[in-house]
């Protein structure tokens, strides 16, 4: 492999370059919506999420609640976080609630240090408890 071919090479820095999409995926369930988001949260993932978003709300009168599954997030900067607010506004007019599903520390950690984690509420999956029994009858 030529490593002449790589963007950083050739003397584009890291912002020069544009930020890739993630995969986003949309699952709706009565007046909730769920988007799953994957990869990395950055400047790339504004055009599909607020696309979405705004699909969402032109197509759905009676959407209440858009849940942002974060969990395959891997990656957050500041434009990741507009992005994140932008949803959240873009609901408010409609009230339209935006929730954080089971955030990773790549997501919560920068949120709580910019001051961006109040914003949003957060609903956690609940543990998978082991249901087996050992022998003594306690939990496995």
Same mark, same amino acid.
């Given at each position: 492999?030529?490593?002449?071919?790589?963007?950083?090479?050739?003397?584009?820095t890291?912002?020069?370059?544009?930020?890739?999409?993630?995969?986003?995926?949309?699952d709706?369930?009565?007046?909730?919506?769920?988007?799953?988001?994957?990869g990395?949260?950055t400047?790339?993932?504004?055009?599909?999420?607020?696309?979405?978003?705004?699909?969402?709300?032109?197509?759905?009168s009676?959407?209440?609640?858009v849940?942002?599954? @974060?969990?395959? #997030?891997?990656?957050?900067?500041? $434009?990741?976080? !507009?992005?994140?607010? =932008? +949803?959240?506004? &873009?609901g408010?007019?409609?009230? @339209?609630?935006? #929730?954080?599903?089971?955030?990773? $520390?790549?997501? !919560?950690?920068?949120? =709580? +240090?910019?001051? &961006?984690?109040?914003?949003?509420? @957060?609903?956690?999956?609940?543990?998978v408890?082991?249901?087996?029994?050992?022998?003594?009858?306690?939990?496995?």
């Amino acid at each position: 492999m030529d490593d002449t071919s790589d963007p950083r090479a050739q003397g584009e820095t890291d912002q020069q370059r544009a930020d890739p999409e993630p995969e986003v995926t949309t699952d709706l369930d009565g007046d909730v919506a769920t988007l799953t988001v994957g990869g990395e949260l950055t400047d790339g993932a504004r055009r599909p999420l607020v696309r979405t978003m705004t699909d969402l709300m032109l197509g759905r009168s009676d959407l209440r609640r858009v849940r942002l599954d @974060v969990r395959a #997030v891997t990656y957050l900067n500041s $434009a990741g976080m !507009a992005v994140l607010v =932008q +949803l959240q506004k &873009l609901g408010q007019p409609r009230g @339209v609630e935006v #929730v954080l599903v089971a955030p990773p $520390a790549a997501v !919560a950690r920068p949120l =709580q +240090l910019s001051g &961006l984690w109040l914003r949003f509420p @957060v609903e956690e999956f609940p543990a998978v408890e082991d249901d087996r029994v050992d022998r003594e009858g306690g939990p496995g």
